[in-house]
Every structure is written in structure tokens, then in C-alpha cells.
């Protein structure tokens, strides 16, 4: 089933959708560094707790529910076939061949994946539920606008800061990086690389999309809904006309679909053509580098909470891995068994 | 400042095409009047269009000779983007013109485009939705408006733009006849208003002719007529090309030298030059259907989208064969919903449907498209093939028809529809008329008991679709039962003998149709315009002319005796 925008106004609804695309990054880099089913299920449930305040329940959980068998069968592999050299072995799932030993770290880290993958879902569920599709494209679409001097320094010291955590194995071992030995220089070195990059990063992202390319996006998220309701009524007339749309016969279906899809394409062309001809002539290549926009997205007091929460998440979870804590409730269990 | 239009020796051939769209065009139109441009079906007036706005040469490819100018500007040396500033367009298809995704935002678009400060823009956006009077609609979709409202809205966003120069291409075509009005009006009341150039395009002219300073009669690329409302009427018809409104016409025959363009201004001038008498012994031609069979039937048909949202609302009624049945009411009061029913694409919420015998609740679409043909508005959406040759074998083959029954059921459905010579044509290569023919033939070729025709007159000229009528009614005289949805009033009471009105769902007539134009209330209360004609007969039918005359012949005749006596 299709993921649409769902009118509302939410907390989730009243966030900027650049927000909202972060929440989905964080949420996917945490997923990625962590491998603990408490934390993970920790900030599952957080995400599925916004979602139900922001759409309804039941539309959520049946989708989700959809995914639950395949990211099940997922995490199965990962129970079955996860074994490292020095895992706790527990059993073996088929006893008498000594086959498929199913270890603690198998188990633990099933659990993490299986909560993973819903994360993931669930936080790309959230952003295209309680955004607007056209507001997505808009947002990411260079607008020509000038930001402030001191909201680009935060976003590149931000970004050095995850950087630089993230590259801090890097630094931390005995071998030599770059040629230096001495580990402050080395972390020195990490330091200046990162706010490079950082600072790069941010102008490639501040940037956004060319306008071009932004409106594209929005005009052709206005037409899904349009060429939709066209093969359907495209569907029925060829249903009028005696066709049967739904044949046993496999070959015949075939053909039923090749009757679909001329006139789904001769639809199709005439409304890009339309399309064209109608931006034309309101003035779309007037002089798009100086496109103004009547919708004026700013970040409120909420987006800056979250976007600090997101920051402060990530970097949690960078720290804890880079202290090799990234999976402490396996850390937790081990330690009891021995 | 001037934004003068001027055409000097324009001519323009579309690539790909022999024939020239356009031949020695010479034309200036001042700031500030209002010009209609009429004439039949592929005469150049959209391509007259086009090149006002840059679109030719820009966007349609082909070649063009002389120069067009807006204003200072040469079309050919400026983009149509930098034109769009000055020249507003709008087309006839308003759907195809959305192309966002809430009526706001629709609206503030060509400001956006050319680059107009965010604060401006909220004004302009608030002014053009008052304008159009849609304010309110700010964060609807679109494309859930009905016909009127999305031609407001297209207009709205051209107003917003602010051009000089207002350039609409048929902009009535896809509206009920309220819709009309209000569209007609608001945009010539912007244009007096604000001083603006306006240029329209449109068949019928009984609505527009009062409003127009000029008025330009196009054929085969040329124009032919140029000249004020009243030089151009007195200059009379051109056969096939251009057919001045039936009340002229009338005037003409009883020698009236005033031009009176309504109704009632030709009761008045009737009045002042005669002493009309008073019919006698005027016997109303009265077209009698002798009961038969019925063949569809709908008992307590009630249908709803979602719950709670009715679009259909206790429907009973029974069609019987050979009947020709006229379905009309406005923009959105379910008649193509009912119609659906009649083949099985929607099934009744409550009640039954019933259709030569069969229940449309157990018979598959396929199996009732034996029976019941189906045309629908779009022909788009219904043609299947590349060229007119498969696209109607396409159903022979679904119906499992004997191959040799194709040629000779082709050959006939063709001729119906006068197209014979267009067997071995290209899809791609028919106008939309043409299109509309030959999916009605495609259907023909079936030979269906019943014929259901969704709107068969859609931007055709006043003449075609004259034509589509008669081709229907040759059908129904053949014994083919014929269920029409219209919105012209005059087609159906001069073909159909049966009226069926809905309104919001709710059957609000359901009888004879002569009748129907006698009911004033019922008819205003569904957006359903008399015919000239009748609004004429209406007035003087204490003189004796019957109240319900549609037919310009009978009209004409009682004219001269009221005047003779």
C-alpha cells in the first residue's frame, strides 16, 4: 500500500520537513552504529509513540504489521548464522547432526536487527505520513536565500563534531596515521580533517537541489495522483468496451495489458505536453535563478529540540561504539553466564 | 503603456503538416479591446493564439513567416517565459493546466515564476482568488474541483500574474451552462475594469456577442470577417464557416433592421415595428413513443462513494426500448455515476439495476458490454490502438465475433459516422472530433441494444455536434435505445424525446422533454439554460406560439404569420 500524506496537526505535523529528513538520518545512522535490542526497542517504541499521535494507529500497525515476516525471517538468519569465533555457544537447533549452532550474540543481535529494520521503516513512514510530498521537494530546493553567518558555523561545527567522533579509531590505535605517532598531533590532524570536510559538506547541502530539478520534483508529485485516476478510467472503458480485464487465461492477460497500456501512454504524453505548455506560459522560464516562492519554511523551536536530540543521539551512539560499547546488554548477559 | 498586438503577413505550418495553420495573417488588436474569434474546427485560432504568446515559434515546431508583435516586443526574439509576463493564456482543457497541488499555490505559480517578493505575492494571490470568488479555497486540490471552479482557478492564475494581454482559448467549453455565465463575465469584467486587452476564442455566441467590441471569423487559417459585432452580424452567414445566433437570424427573416442578440431584445423590436396578431389553431408537434418493453431499470438505486457521502439517493426509473432519453443536470449531481451502473462499473449500494433482464449485480461488465454500448467523454481514454483499422477490430475480438462479419460491420459503423475514408488513418493524426467518431463507431460495430453516450459534444463546433446528434438519433430511429448525458439543452430537446434531470444525487424530472422546457423553476434550479428559441417562444406565447418551440423552422414560420396577420 501506498505511503500518502495525511492531513493533521500533529507535533510530528507541525515540524519543518527538513527536520523531519534528519529525524529519518539520525534515526538510521543510531540504527546502524548500535547493535542492542533495549536500546534499540527504546527508541522503537519512541518513534512508534510520535507516529500514533501523528496518524492512525490502525493504518500504522497494518502496515507494519505487513513487514513483521520478512524482517522476522531477517532476524532469523542473523540468530542462525551470526557466529563469531568466541560466541557463547548455547545449542545447537538440530541436535543430533550438531547443526546450526545457535549461539548468545546470535540471539541478542537477532533481536537488534529485528528492531533495526523497523526503525528504519517506521522513521521513513513518519516523515512521507506527516509531509506534504511538494513540501519535501520544496524545502531541499535551492531558493536563493542568504543564511546567517552563525547558523553556518553550528551546522559545520555539528557535522565536524560527528565527524570527528566518528573517525576517532582512527586516532585511537598504536599504529601510525598519517605518518604521525604522537597522538595528540594525530587527534590534531582528525580534527582539522574533519571541520574540512564538515565544512564542505555544508555548502554541497545548503546549496539543495537546482530549481530546476526541485519543481520537477513537485510538479511531478501533483501529477501521480491525476495519471492514477486516468488509468482508472481508462480501466473502466476498456471494461465497457467487453474486454474482460481479468482473463484465467495467461496469455490473454498479456494482451488486456498491452490494450491498458497505449492509452495509459497516449494519457501520459499529452499531459507532459500540457504540463509543458501550461508552465510555459505562466512565465516558468522567465528567469528561474531568480524564482521567488510564496511558502517561506523556517525552523521553529520544536525543530531546533529535535534536531538537538537527533545530534545528541548520534553521538551518543558514535561515543558508546567507539568505547566498544555499542552492544552493552550482550556485554550484560555475557558477563552473568560467565 | 501600449501593448498593442500586431500581425504583420503571419503564416505558420506546423512541422510535420503540409497544409499552413495560418496564411497572410494581417490583424492589429489595440490596447484595451475585446476581440471573440470564431469559426469551425481547425480554422488556426488556437495556433492565432499560440503565437500571441510566444508559443509559436518557441514551443510548437514548424515554420513561421512575418512577424508578431506585443507591444515593443518581436515574439520571435523573446521567450515565451519573458512573454508570459505580459500575455496571459488560458485553454480549454482546465484540468490539463493544474499542475499543483492546492488551489493556492496554483495561483501564486506565475508570480513565483516571475519573481515577485514573497509578500506580494500573498496579496496578489488573495486578489485574484477574491477576483474569481474563490476565496476560501486556498488548500483545496485542484483536481477535486468541479469543471467551474478549475476554470476559475486557471484563471485566477493568470489574473495573478498581472499581464497586459488576456488570450483564452475556449474557455466555456467543458462547463454547464451556469458555469458559463460566470466564467464569461468575470473575465470581461477584469478586462474593462483594469483596462486589459482580451481576446476569446468561442463557438456558441449567444453569450458572448453583447459583451465583445469585435468580432474575427477564422476559416482554413484566414480571417475571413473582420469588423465590429454589428458589421460582422449585418454581413450575414457564411455556409459552414459561420452561423450568426438564431435570434439574428429570426430578426433577418422579419425584416427587423435593428440587431437584437436576445431574446427579449427582439420581443421588443417585434413589438415597436409590428402589430403582431394572434396565432390561431397552432397545433403543438408533439413527438408521440409508444410504450414498449423496458430494458433497463433501476428500483431504489442509491449509491455511495464513502460513508455517508451520497451520490445517487433512491433512484427508481425504467427505460424502455427505442426510447431516446436525455440525462442532464449540473456539473457533479451524479449522471455519469448512474450511467456507470448501467454496464456494472459501479454497483448500487442499495437497490437493484437491472439491464435487458440481466441483475448488473451478477453479470460481469464484459458480458452486459454485449448489450449496452458505452461511450465515454474522453475519447482518450477509450481508444486502445495506434490506428483506426485494429482499434475497431479490437472489440469484434473481445465479443468473439466471426472474422467474416469484420469488414462488412466495420464498413457500416464507419459510414454511420461519415468516416469511411479514414479506415487505414493513424490515431495520432485525428482531431478530437474525429476521435469522438470513431470511438463511437467502434462501439457501433458491436451493434449494442443500448447506447449510452457520456457528453458526445465537448468542444465540438455548434456544427458537429449538430452532427453527433443526428448521427444518434439515425441510430435511435433504427431502433436503438439511446441514453445521452448533455448539457445542451436545445440538442436534446430537438433529438430526445425523454428528459431525466438529477440533482445532487436526487431524481428532480424524469418525463417528457417539451415539458421539461415549460417547467421555468426546475430548470433554473439545475443550471439548465433555455434555449434562445425557446426563451423567444416563451414570451410570446400569449400571442399564441407555443411556449416549448425549439426548432428554428417552426420559430420562423410562426414569426412571419404573428407578423403577416
Not at chain 1, 552504529?33 to 527504546?42: A, F, K, N, Q, R
Not at chain 2, 516571475?114 to 506580494?120: N, S, V, Y
Not at chain 2, 465475433?401 to 475514408?421: K, T
Request: charged share 20%; hydrophobic share 45%; net charge neutral.
Amino acid at each position: 500500500m501506498a505511503i500518502e500524506y495525511q492531513k493533521g496537526k500533529s507535533f510530528m505535523h507541525s515540524l519543518d520537513a527538513r527536520t523531519k529528513l534528519l529525524m529519518f538520518i539520525g534515526a538510521t545512522v543510531t540504527a546502524m552504529v548500535i547493535i542492542d535490542p533495549i536500546l534499540m526497542g527504546i527508541l522503537f517504541i519512541s518513534l512508534y509513540l510520535l507516529g500514533t499521535k501523528a496518524v492512525d494507529k490502525k493504518m500504522l500497525n497494518s502496515n507494519l504489521r505487513v513487514l513483521v515476516v520478512i524482517f522476522l525471517t531477517f532476524s532469523m538468519f542473523q540468530v542462525l548464522f551470526f557466529t563469531p569465533k568466541d560466541s557463547h555457544f548455547l545449542f545447537y537447533l538440530i541436535p543430533w547432526k550438531q547443526w546450526v549452532p545457535v549461539t548468545i550474540q546470535g540471539l541478542v543481535r537477532g533481536v537488534a536487527v529485528f528492531f533495526r529494520f523497523f526503525i528504519v521503516v517506521l522513521s521513513v513512514h513518519l516523515m512521507l505520513y506527516t509531509t506534504p510530498p511538494v513540501e519535501l521537494a520544496l524545502t531541499i530546493t535551492e531558493r536563493g536565500q542568504q543564511r546567517k553567518s552563525l547558523e553556518v558555523a553550528g551546522m559545520v561545527l555539528a557535522l565536524a563534531t560527528l565527524f570527528f567522533t566518528s573517525s576517532m579509531p582512527m586516532a585511537m590505535n598504536e599504529s601510525a596515521f598519517l605518518g604521525l605517532t604522537n597522538p595528540v598531533l594525530k587527534f590534531a590532524a582528525l580534527a582539522a580533517g574533519s571541520l574540512i570536510a564538515a565544512a564542505l559538506t555544508q555548502k554541497v547541502l545548503a546549496r539543495g537541489l537546482p530549481p530546476e530539478m526541485g519543481l520537477a520534483l513537485t510538479l511531478g508529485f501533483a501529477t501521480v495522483g491525476i495519471l492514477s485516476k486516468q488509468t482508472q478510467q481508462i480501466t473502466n472503458a476498456q471494461k465497457a468496451r467487453g474486454y474482460d480485464i481479468q482473463p484465467k487465461n495467461l496469455i490473454k492477460r498479456v494482451q488486456v495489458l498491452t490494450a491498458l497500456l497505449i492509452p495509459i501512454f497516449l494519457a501520459t504524453l499529452e499531459r507532459s505536453q500540457d504540463i509543458s505548455i501550461a508552465i510555459l506560459s505562466r512565465g516558468f522560464d522567465y528567469n528561474i535563478g531568480a524564482r521567488t516562492y510564496r511558502r517561506e519554511f523556517t525552523f521553529h523551536r520544536d525543530d531546533f529540540i529535535v534536531i538537538g536530540v537527533i545530534f545528541v543521539l548520534i553521538l551518543l551512539g558514535l561515543t558508546l561504539k567507539n568505547l566498544g560499547l555499542s552492544s552493552p546488554t550482550e556485554n550484560f548477559i555475557l558477563s552473568l553466564v560467565q | 503603456m501600449a501593448h498593442d498586438i500586431n500581425f504583420d503577413q503571419v503564416s505558420f505550418t506546423y512541422a510535420g503538416s503540409e497544409t499552413p495553420a495560418l496564411r497572410g495573417i494581417n490583424l492589429s488588436i489595440p490596447t484595451g479591446e475585446i476581440v471573440l474569434i470564431t469559426g469551425p474546427a481547425g480554422s488556426g485560432k488556437t495556433t492565432l493564439c499560440s503565437c500571441i504568446n510566444g508559443l509559436i515559434p518557441h514551443y510548437h515546431e514548424g515554420e513561421l513567416a512575418g512577424e508578431v508583435t506585443v507591444g515593443p516586443y518581436n515574439t520571435r526574439k523573446v521567450r515565451v517565459g519573458g512573454l508570459a509576463s505580459l500575455v496571459g493564456m488560458v485553454f480549454q482543457d482546465p484540468e490539463s493546466q493544474l499542475v499543483t497541488n492546492s488551489v493556492a499555490d496554483e495561483v501564486a505559480f506565475g508570480p513565483e515564476n516571475l519573481g515577485i517578493p514573497r509578500g506580494e505575492i500573498n496579496q496578489r494571490v488573495e486578489q485574484a482568488l477574491k477576483a474569481t470568488r474563490m476565496t476560501g479555497y486556498e488548500e483545496r486540490e485542484p483536481h477535486s474541483l468541479s469543471g467551474g471552479e478549475q476554470q476559475a482557478c486557471v484563471i485566477a492564475a493568470t489574473y495573478s500574474m498581472h499581464p497586459e494581454v488576456y488570450v483564452l482559448d475556449e474557455p466555456l467549453a467543458n462547463l454547464d451552462p451556469q458555469g458559463r455565465k460566470q466564467v464569461l463575465e468575470l473575465v470581461v469584467k477584469i478586462a474593462k475594469e483594469r483596462g486589459k486587452t482580451l481576446v476569446v476564442v468561442e463557438h456558441s455566441l449567444e453569450e458572448i456577442l453583447p459583451l465583445v467590441d469585435r468580432v474575427l471569423v477564422m476559416d482554413k487559417g484566414q480571417i475571413v470577417r473582420d469588423g465590429s459585432v454589428a458589421e460582422v452580424l449585418k454581413a450575414g452567414d457564411i455556409k459552414g464557416v459561420f452561423r450568426r445566433p438564431d435570434v439574428v437570424r429570426l430578426a433577418e427573416s422579419i425584416r427587423l433592421e435593428s440587431l437584437p442578440m436576445k431574446p427579449e431584445d427582439l420581443y421588443r423590436e417585434l413589438h415597436k415595428k409590428y402589430k403582431p396578431g394572434k396565432l390561431k389553431n397552432v397545433v403543438n408537434q408533439e413527438r408521440k413513443n409508444g410504450q414498449k418493453k423496458p430494458v433497463i431499470q433501476l428500483e431504489n438505486v442509491t449509491y455511495c462513494y464513502q460513508e455517508g457521502v451520497n451520490a445517487l439517493f433512491d433512484v427508481s426509473l425504467s427505460i424502455h426500448e427505442g426510447e431516446f432519453v436525455a440525462l442532464m443536470g449540473r456539473n457533479g449531481s451524479g449522471k455519469t455515476t448512474l450511467v456507470s451502473h448501467l454496464i456494472g462499473l459501479i454497483q448500487p449500494s442499495q437497490g437493484k439495476v437491472t439491464v435487458v433482464g440481466y441483475d448488473t449485480r451478477e453479470t460481469p461488465t464484459h458480458e452486459l458490454a454485449h448489450y449496452v454500448g458505452f461511450c465515454f467523454q474522453n475519447p482518450n481514454h477509450q481508444i486502445v490502438s495506434f490506428n483506426v483499422r485494429e482499434e475497431m477490430t479490437f472489440g469484434l475480438k473481445a465479443h468473439n465475433i466471426p472474422a467474416e462479419e469484420y469488414e462488412s460491420r466495420i464498413q457500416d459503423a464507419l459510414e454511420i459516422v461519415n468516416m469511411q475514408d479514414f479506415l487505414g488513418a493513424e490515431i495520432f493524426d485525428l482531431g478530437k472530433g474525429q476521435k469522438q467518431r470513431i470511438a463511437l463507431a467502434s462501439v457501433l460495430t458491436l451493434k449494442p441494444r443500448i447506447l449510452v453516450i457520456d457528453e458526445p459534444t465537448t468542444g465540438q463546433d455548434p456544427e458537429m455536434a449538430h452532427e453527433i446528434f443526428k448521427i444518434i438519433k439515425k441510430l435511435n430511429d433504427e431502433g436503438t435505445t439511446v441514453l445521452c448525458i448533455t448539457h445542451n439543452v436545445e440538442l436534446a430537446a430537438l433529438f430526445a424525446t425523454r428528459a431525466i434531470v438529477l440533482n445532487r444525487g436526487h431524481l428532480a424530472y424524469d418525463g417528457p422533454i417539451n415539458e421539461l422546457l415549460l417547467a421555468e423553476d426546475l430548470m433554473k434550479a439545475n443550471s439548465l439554460e433555455l434555449p434562445d428559441i425557446t426563451k423567444l417562444a416563451k414570451q410570446l406565447s400569449p400571442l399564441g406560439v407555443p411556449a416549448n418551440t425549439v426548432k428554428f423552422a417552426h420559430m420562423k414560420n410562426y414569426l412571419e404569420a404573428l407578423v403577416e396577420v
